[in-house]
């Protein structure tokens, strides 16, 4: 099933004409409505008439996850504050957050996108599927809530967190479909095999995303729960999950391309690079209202490929993700950069700025431990007083990262210390 | 009376205790009494020793993270119960004892090592119902 085949299945043609008319309206809309925009443009000596197609986008400047950090919260909003319905906002590098806002009209092509993302995995109107993203400030939750909605499927709004209930609902109620981060729906194949309900369930398939995976991952989540998985992909600041999806030839991730315009770049150069060479995505939000962004730099590596796909779509494919440009974890589907954790730690006068963090996935859940030395008069003779320092830096973590850590004290002058560029972190998880 | 303990916070990895003790030998600090709280991330080593300032100048010039702390060394008779009415004592005085370790034990006495949530309140009791600490200096020739 296709959601939408009239977008979907188009010509390639088509849609660069249907893009170079998006791009030269949004191009006026935020010269118009964006002061960061405008600025940058006449710095460049450029006016919204000088991009005539698709083809021009090159000419544009790029934006980065700074420019939001930078114009925190609202300033990148083409909109006021009465056309924004909804706001959602991620961990930026140094603890303040990144905030999006979504019109009326945002809201509608997000759930359209997640729509046609959840009907390329086999969902429809008939399925029930539980949506064990969180809900809140992160896109996930409330993003795949709109889609599965908008196919008019059954959906359990079951958030995070209750793994037992997740598993007597799945039974109770029949669910078909999951839509969650790989590693929670792995973890929760291991409760569903430890309470014998593995032959209870009538699970047929998964939409997971938030965080990178493998295919030997996917084929272990089929294998496990006799489902077919998917990987949605997407990122807060074009949107949310929904930006793109793999259908079951799993050949890439389908672009929505009509409203998303990719880009992959040469890491070096950061110009186009060929079909098939892996460089860093950047995405044009070609219809968003609330917060346009041009060329928006997302740090991940793919690569792409413009060929019509077996399932008949001919939208643009990425291909699983090689990695980051930078030096972002995802742990638990929070973005987590080692900056916030040191940044954190220079707030605790009883540490030194020195750590380690140590991600790894133990029973498949993301754990992370930060070793911390203490300042040598801080080192105390009694555990208690261990244990309330430890305490102490984990709640100053969990404050800025959004997730609880486990605290390491280790002897004094026992991290390494590295001259030039220090490292910080250690992923024992093997994703990309 | 009060006397100085060198503690020392130590990694559970293999091999850390012995490096410790390693530079006191080196240093010739003798061990009197010692008592290793364990968790599973980490130990501390607290150790009653005849030099503890140069003990603790060794460590901490060897990366150790060391350090001194007032605890007291009581004397109490060798017979069963003087220990739980040493006890009853402190807490009758509404004191908690933070850690306790036995240092050494003759014929007719025995002497623990004491570390209390108020020691200028413990001392008074102690004083108070004749119970003996001992100083740094005797500490020094047994």
Known sequence: ?432 | MTSKQLSVFIENRKGRLSEVLDVLKENGVNILSMSLADTTEYGLLRLIVNDPALGKEKLSSAGFSSLLSDVMILKIPHVSGSLQQLLKLIEKADINVEYMYGLSIEKAEAYVVLKSSNAVKTEEVLKANGVETISPDELMKM
């Open chain 1, 1 to 432: 099933m296709i959601w939408n085949e009239t977008k979907e299945c188009m010509s390639r043609d088509e849609m660069l004409n249907l893009q170079s008319a998006r791009l030269k309206k949004l191009v006026d809309y935020v010269y118009h409505n964006v002061e960061f925009y405008r600025k940058k443009m006449q710095k460049l000596g450029m006016l919204p008439s000088d991009i005539k197609g698709i083809e021009d986008i090159t000419k544009l400047p790029f934006t980065t996850k700074d420019d939001l950090r930078d114009n925190y919260p609202f300033g990148l909003f083409a909109v006021p504050n009465s056309e924004i319905v909804r706001i959602h906002a991620s961990s930026g590098t140094t603890g303040k957050a990144t905030v999006v806002g979504y019109t009326r009209r945002d809201l509608d092509v997000w759930s359209e996108c997640v729509a046609r993302c959840m009907t390329m995995a086999g969902v429809s109107k008939n399925d029930v599927i539980q949506v064990a993203y969180g809900y809140g400030l992160f896109t996930g939750g409330l993003g795949a809530h709109g889609g599965a909605e908008k196919i008019g499927a059954t959906v359990v709004p079951m958030s995070t967190g209750n793994s037992k209930k997740l598993t007597t609902m799945m039974v109770d109620f029949g669910a078909t479909a999951i839509a969650c981060t790989p590693s929670y729906l792995l973890y929760i194949s291991e409760v569903l095999e430890q309470e014998g309900l593995l032959d209870k369930i009538k699970l047929k398939s998964a939409i997971c995303g938030a965080e990178p995976w493998t295919e030997k991952m996917r084929e272990e989540l089929e294998t496990r729960l006799h489902i077919t998985a998917h990987d949605i992909y997407g990122l807060s600041e074009i949107m949310g999950p929904g930006v793109a999806c793999d259908c079951k030839f799993h050949k890439g991730l389908h672009v929505c391309e009509d409203h998303f315009y990719p880009e992959v770049l040469d890491t070096a150069t950061l110009t186009p690079v060929e079909d098939g060479v892996l460089g860093e995505l950047a995405f044009t939000t070609l219809t968003k209202e609330g917060i346009p962004l041009i060329r928006y730099r997302t740090k991940d590596l793919t690569s792409i490929t413009h060929e019509k796909c077996e399932c008949g779509r001919t939208s643009a494919r990425i291909s699983r993700f090689k990695g980051r440009v930078d030096d972002m974890l995802i742990i638990r589907g929070v973005n987590v950069f080692p900056s916030q954790i040191e940044a954190a730690l220079c707030e605790v006068k009883e540490v030194t700025p020195h750590y380690m963090m140590i991600v790894d996935r133990v029973n498949n859940l993301d754990t992370l431990e930060i070793q911390v030395e203490l300042v040598s008069e801080y080192y105390t003779d009694e555990i208690r007083g261990i244990e309330a320092m430890t305490k102490k830096i984990g709640h100053v973590i969990n404050q800025a990262i959004g997730l609880s850590a486990k605290i390491k004290i280790v002897e004094p002058q026992t991290l390494v210390r590295s001259e030039g560029k220090a490292v910080h972190v250690i992923d024992k998880r093997k994703l990309y």
